[in-house]
């Protein structure tokens, strides 16, 4: 088998036989310019090639030397954010409140009403004769001993008089939370509250919780504790524990918690009972 190597050198040397062993004068002069063509053409050939790769080494180092600066800074760049990241997320766990977020949820802050009278809600905003109640009020419609939270306290709130009475407060989530972490669905929420009324009436109370985004604008779905009717109490006069828990939604930097006592029967007293209502977050 032929070796294409040698073969190569071959016609080579063959070529180098023509150049040396012609001694024809009159193709002396054509032999020495073509010669001299040859050497030129190699000449020119060989120092493009060296000045093509020195241009390429030059161009390499220049290219590697943008890449590591590039490299560099990005290494910085990640290095900063992780750090930043690391410290508000350290910040964060430990700052999501374990209490109560909602102010004098469970009725026990402020005074309360012992007999027939009205009595507003400390800590909330209130619409109508919304009272805050003791358990061992002359006319309430519960008692010490009524079915209900064991940690009842002093203390709950009912509707009193008028078809609609209502009390509601606003809460800073990013006081206290950091919003990467609400952006990104890290964050829950568990919302609950003993709710009921009163014997086989069904004047009842909804507690909803609406979440708004900066622009003061509702986000997620609005989520609502109850109604609990008569029919859900046995006709008993109590209150029913209900809880919900989900994401807090992207966007949500503050929420809106709003209890609603309805009137059902009668023209006088609204028996929408309620109690302990809590929101909790947690990661
Ligand atoms: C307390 O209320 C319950 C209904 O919730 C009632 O059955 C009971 O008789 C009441 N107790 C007193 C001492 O009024
Ligand atoms: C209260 O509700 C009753 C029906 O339960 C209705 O007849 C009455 O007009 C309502 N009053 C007001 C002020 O809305
Ligand atoms: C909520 O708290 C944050 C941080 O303290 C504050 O920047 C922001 O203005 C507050 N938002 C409202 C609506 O009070
Ligand atoms: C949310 O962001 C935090 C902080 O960057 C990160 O630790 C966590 O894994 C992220 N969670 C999700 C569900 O993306
Ligand atoms: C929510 O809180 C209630 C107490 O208010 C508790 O019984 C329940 O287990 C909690 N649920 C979750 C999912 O944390
Ligand atoms: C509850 O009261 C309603 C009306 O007073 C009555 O029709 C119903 O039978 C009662 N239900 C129970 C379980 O006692």
Redesign the pocket.
């Known amino acids: 088998m032929a070796n294409p190597v040698s073969t190569t050198y071959g016609s080579h040397s063959s070529i180098e036989r023509i150049v040396w062993t012609d001694d024809d004068d009159n193709n002396q002069i054509n032999q020495k310019k073509s010669f001299a063509w040859h050497w030129c053409f190699r000449c020119c050939f060989i120092g493009s090639l060296v000045a093509g790769i020195g241009l390429a080494i030059v161009l390499a180092f220049w290219l590697t030397s943008k890449t590591t600066t590039t490299t560099e800074t990005l290494t910085q760049k990640t290095t900063v954010s992780t750090s930043t ?1 690391s410290t508000t ?1 350290a910040t964060t766990t430990t700052t999501i409140s374990t209490s109560n977020w909602l102010i004098n949820g469970d009725g026990e802050t402020g005074s309360c009403q012992v007999g027939y009278g009205i009595t507003s809600p400390t800590g909330w905003m209130y619409n109508g004769p919304v009272t805050q109640i003791y358990y061992s009020a002359s006319d309430g419609d519960l008692n010490s001993t009524t079915s209900g939270p064991s940690n009842r306290g002093q203390c709950y709130f009912y509707g009193q008089i008028s078809n609609v009475t209502s009390m509601w407060q606003y809460v800073n989530l990013t006081s206290s939370i950091n919003p ?2 609400i952006d ?3 964050v829950r929420f568990n919302f609950s509250a003993w709710l009921g009324g009163y014997y086989d009436q069904d004047d009842n109370v909804q507690v909803s919780l609406m979440f708004i985004n900066q622009l003061n604008q509702a986000v997620g779905s609005t989520v609502v504790l109850g109604p609990v009717l008569a029919i859900d109490r046995g006709n008993v006069s109590k209150l029913l524990f209900r809880q919900t828990s989900g994401l807090v939604p992207t966007n949500a930097r503050s929420l809106l918690v709003t209890a609603t006592m309805i009137r059902t029967a009668g023209i006088a007293y609204n028996d929408g009972c309620v109690d302990n209502i809590y929101l909790y977050f947690y990661q």
């Open positions: 990241m997320l990467v972490l990104n669905q890290t």
